[in-house]
């Protein structure tokens, strides 16, 4: 059982507090050309007069069979406690072999070269705190704990809005 970071992209309302967030927990500098380890994409759907747009927090989603893992070469990025996935930095040769192979383009590269990425905030969290991510989320968009449980709740979310949807109305 592992840890990750539900996104309601409902909730999102993209203020970007999430990546201001990340950046400063991780002491990542905008201005050395580092960028947060999480990004709010904004998604545009139809055009005038019914456009609308919506907003997705993106990060590391540590996944249970990552594929940066079994593209890095060196071994330098592996499964840790809590199911988080993580990077050796000093196993790194900044060969962008793990960003080739993530399907959601997380990796990032520090000014030497070397991998780095969202490590679910793992020092809060050991300490009981949440993500700094989901902490500041005006719109609680991001929510954290162990993928089963997340997983259980937004099955029974959704099938309550199935009978919900499924019922006559009483009214008549």
């Known amino acids: 059982m592992g840890y990750g970071i539900y996104v309601d992209i409902k909730r999102c309302i993209g203020c970007q507090a999430c990546t201001v967030a990340c950046m400063d927990q991780n002491d990542l500098e905008i201005d050395q050309g580092e960028c947060s380890w999480r ?4 998604v ?26 079994m593209g890095c070469p060196t071994g330098a ?5 809590g199911g988080r996935v993580a990077v050796n930095q000093a196993l790194c040769i900044g060969c962008h072999s793990c960003l080739m192979s993530c399907p959601f383009g997380v990796p990032r590269f520090n000014l030497y ?15 009981g705190l949440e993500p700094a991510c989901v902490r500041v989320c005006p719109g609680r968009a991001l929510t954290f704990g162990q993928v089963n449980e997340m997983g259980r709740h937004v099955e029974a979310k959704e099938a309550r809005k199935l009978v919900r949807a ?3 109305s009483a009214v008549g």
Do not use: F, Q
Request: with cysteine; glycine share 6%.
């Open 39 to 42: 990004t709010v994409y904004r």
């Open 113 to 127: 070269g070397k991998m780095h990425k969202c490590d679910l905030c793992w020092g809060r969290v050991e300490a």
């Open 44 to 69: 545009e759907e139809d055009n005038y007069p019914n456009a609308k747009a919506s907003y997705i927090s993106m990060g590391c989603m540590h996944c249970k069979d990552a594929p940066c893992i």
């Open 166 to 168: 499924a019922t006559p």
């Open 77 to 81: 990025i592996r499964k840790c406690e």
